[in-house]
């Protein structure tokens, strides 16, 4: 089973700037990495598909880059409704298609 | 537009099954593969397995083998999870998601969850 380690657990950034966020897998994923961002009471919404392919809507300050095992999210210009809880997911290689713990994007 | 819509709520004992409905509306629903992922109250994303709604070939976590079937029903649209033998810690929002695309199978399209309580 691939293993995704995302890091940090949590991530305090004022609105405005820019959030890195980190994803590494235990092996190889090529670039089937997905992001997925998710709101309190909500289900998750997908952000990126193929490591750096935005989804249908996604704002363009939102961006993906990586392949094999060390990926990035960056969000630019933090907006005030992007405070959540981000996952990364390889489906690569299954079963499982393993998600990440999850990075928490909070306000500083 | 594409929607998944799911079954309501459910209260289980342990012990019992439950079966978990997921109608999709706005494509074409054997194109394109569903998965089921789960989610812990206050924890992370759990991927359960997947179903492809053109053949109904499966695949699911090893951690769940046994207890778990996904079905598909293409008169209807429809997907179902099926769990059996519940514990507490199957206690969870169950979520079914689309595919992405063709050939990436992150996913696209979810539906709304279905809290699935396991309780004596």
């Known amino acids: 089973e691939i293993v995704m380690t995302q890091s940090p657990a949590t991530l305090s950034v004022s609105p405005g700037e820019r959030a890195t966020l980190s994803c590494r897998a235990s092996?190889?994923?090529?670039?089937?990495l997905a992001w997925y961002q998710q709101k309190p009471g909500q289900a998750p919404r997908l952000l990126i598909y193929?490591?750096?392919t935005r989804a249908t809507g996604i704002p363009a300050r939102f961006s993906g880059s990586g392949s094999g095992t060390e990926f990035t999210l960056t969000i630019n210009s933090l907006q005030s409704e992007d405070f959540a809880v981000y996952y990364c997911?390889?489906?690569?290689?299954?079963?499982?298609?393993?998600f990440g713990q999850g990075t928490k994007l909070e306000i500083k | 537009q594409v929607q998944l819509v799911q079954s309501g709520a459910e209260v289980k004992k342990p012990g019992a099954s439950v079966k978990v409905s997921c109608k999709a509306s706005?494509?074409?629903?054997?194109?394109?593969?569903i998965s089921w992922v789960r989610q812990a109250p206050g924890q992370g994303l759990e991927w359960m397995g997947w179903?492809?709604?053109?053949?109904?070939?499966?695949n699911y976590a090893q951690k769940l083998q046994g207890r778990v079937t996904m079905t598909s029903d293409t008169s209807t649209s429809t997907a179902y999870m099926e769990l059996r033998s519940l514990r507490s810690d199957d206690t969870a929002v169950y979520y079914c998601?689309?595919?992405?695309?063709?050939?990436?199978?992150?996913?696209?399209?979810w539906g709304q969850g279905t809290l699935v309580t396991v309780s004596s």
């Open positions: 998601a689309r595919d992405q695309s063709l050939i990436a199978a992150a996913a696209g399209y």
């Open positions: 706005g494509y074409t629903f054997t194109t394109y593969g």
């Open positions: 179903i492809s709604a053109y053949n109904g070939n499966t």
């Open positions: 092996q190889s994923v090529s670039s089937n």
């Open positions: 193929g490591a750096s």
């Open positions: 997911q390889q489906y690569n290689n299954w079963p499982p298609y393993t």
